[in-house]
């Protein structure tokens, strides 16, 4: 029985191994200093908005083959910043060809900025 179940996980980390698009979308952080709205729009036609707060940070992605084609930035209706599915293309290849470890996509006032190591969050340093 122990090696059946054993088997059955090993298949399952072997599957999962060649799906590495599955599990590594973009995972984004809200450097603004303001909570902001994040509208993701994904290949089935369905769009997800929600509320990120200050230093909130976390992947993008709805897995099972599902497609992000652009994920959208506002506050107060104002645009903040769009990324299209080129450009999220090019940030999963970059963290998952990140070495490190430790990757982040910091979405604040100066841009869309790719961190490799822990970078303090304006809240954590006090501000």
């Not at 910091?106 to 006090?126: L, M, R």
Request: negative net charge; aromatic residues 12%; contains cysteine.
């Amino acid at each position: 029985m122990a090696f059946k179940r054993l088997s059955i996980i090993f298949c399952i980390v072997f599957f999962l191994t060649g799906c590495d698009h599955f599990f590594y979308p973009p995972t984004i952080r809200n450097d603004f200093d303001t909570s902001i709205e994040i509208k993701v729009k994904y290949s089935t036609g369905k769009q997800l908005s929600h509320i990120w707060t200050p230093c909130l940070s976390g992947p993008i992605g709805a897995g099972n083959d599902i497609a992000v084609e652009e994920i959208h930035g506002t506050k107060n209706g104002k645009t903040l910043f769009i990324l299209d599915k080129e450009k999220i293309k090019k940030m999963v290849e970059l963290e998952s060809n990140n070495e490190n470890g430790y990757s982040v996509w910091g979405i604040g006032p100066d841009g869309v900025n790719f961190y490799t190591e822990k970078k303090e969050c304006f809240q954590d340093a006090g501000n």
